[in-house]
């Protein structure tokens, strides 16, 4: 292989500043040259570029040549190589799948970004950008989030815009069913005569359904955060969730991850600690590919469709809301 190697390595010397200099080439060095996405036994002198594109929308002095010093060449896009970075450091710009949350909680991920008539905003989830409900607009929106460092007001990337609110169970009124109040009439009387201070009422239970734990934050600087997805790219589009789908998401704490829809139409119960359930309806339900920290990710199909905002799940499980719901809930879009 040495020998084999040496001749390239001679012509990339003498041929390797001419190509960096470029427009689109970040890289140069010495592969097999793919054809069709299949590698060939063919050695190869390879310039990276940030994006592929057509031949005809260069100029001249761009195009990398089929062959440099008799040597083949091949080109590949790799997008802009960046210094890499933990996702829970300071990013500027800042993208989805990073830490992010608001000042008066620990962390969560930056989902993505979206817009609507006024102006382009931060999307997660309520519980991490408008502290589960207790946020108000205005609010100081760290990146990263507090238990990664994050101070109030050097770390300031947004400001809390508005979120939907998430309806907890509140203490259930008085019955007015009959049967109910009677059969408690009878055992407080029974209770009084032996002498018991316990008295029971008939209550009638509240029923409170959510779809979405969804909030936005508009950036201090729009030049702060990046329209895209650390390890996964643009966003193409929207796409409805379906039972089978591949999904994966980016998140702060686990990373890029990936699954399947395992359910469709999902009710479930979700523990806010402090005592607090709420019930989410018309939800999204993958295997384990989310950790805490990972709320507010966005997952994706495996064609970079926007499908789902993640915001629980369990050591087996992840839920996520389906990206209809939530922009819908927020009027906002893509």
């Known amino acids: 292989m040495q020998e084999e190697l040496d001749p390239l390595r001679l012509v990339l010397r003498d041929m390797r500043l001419d190509l960096l ?3 689109n080439v970040v890289a140069t060095g010495i592969g097999y040259k793919v054809r069709g996405g299949e590698r060939t036994g063919t050695l190869s002198i390879v310039c990276s570029v940030v994006e592929k594109v057509a031949g005809a929308r260069l100029a001249g002095n761009a195009l990398i040549p089929p062959q440099v010093g008799g040597i083949p060449t091949d080109v590949v896009e790799t997008g802009v190589i960046r210094a890499l970075q933990a996702r829970t450091d300071r990013w500027r710009p800042a ?6 949350g608001h000042k008066d909680i620990t962390a969560g991920t ?3 970004l979206v817009k609507d008539d006024a102006g382009t905003y931060i999307l997660s989830n309520n519980h991490v950008l408008a502290n589960s409900n207790a946020g108000s607009p205005g609010d100081a929106i760290l ?5 990664d460092g994050g101070k109030n007001p050097a770390d300031r990337i947004a400001e809390l815009a508005r979120f939907v609110t998430i309806a907890f169970p509140e203490p259930a009124p008085p019955s007015d069913c009959p049967i109910g109040n009677g059969v408690a009439s009878v ?10 201070t316990t008295r029971l009422q008939a209550v009638r239970p509240l029923a409170a359904e959510n779809q979405v734990d969804a909030a936005l934050a508009r950036p201090v600087n729009i030049a702060d955060v990046r329209n895209d997805i650390l390890e996964i790219g643009t966003i193409t589009g929207v796409k409805q969730g379906e039972l089978g789908m591949a999904v994966r998401k980016s998140g702060r704490t686990s990373g890029l991850t990936s699954g399947e829809i395992q359910q469709v139409d999902v009710t479930v119960d979700v523990d806010y600690g402090s005592g607090r359930t709420a019930r989410f309806t018309d939800q999204l339900l993958a295997g384990a590919m989310s950790q805490g920290g990972d709320s507010g990710s966005a997952v994706l199909d495996t064609s970079s469709n926007l499908v789902g905002l993640l915001f629980a799940g369990s050591d087996a499980s992840t839920i996520f809301n389906r990206i209809e719901n939530v922009f819908s809930a927020l009027q906002v879009h893509l």
Do not use: H, K, T, W
Request: proline share 11%.
């Open 21 to 23: 200099e470029r427009e």
């Open 110 to 112: 930056l989902g993505c």
């Open 95 to 100: 993208p989805g799948g990073v830490s992010i």
């Open 143 to 147: 990146q990263p989030g507090p238990i």
């Open 187 to 196: 055992a407080n009387l029974f209770a009084r005569a032996v002498g018991s």
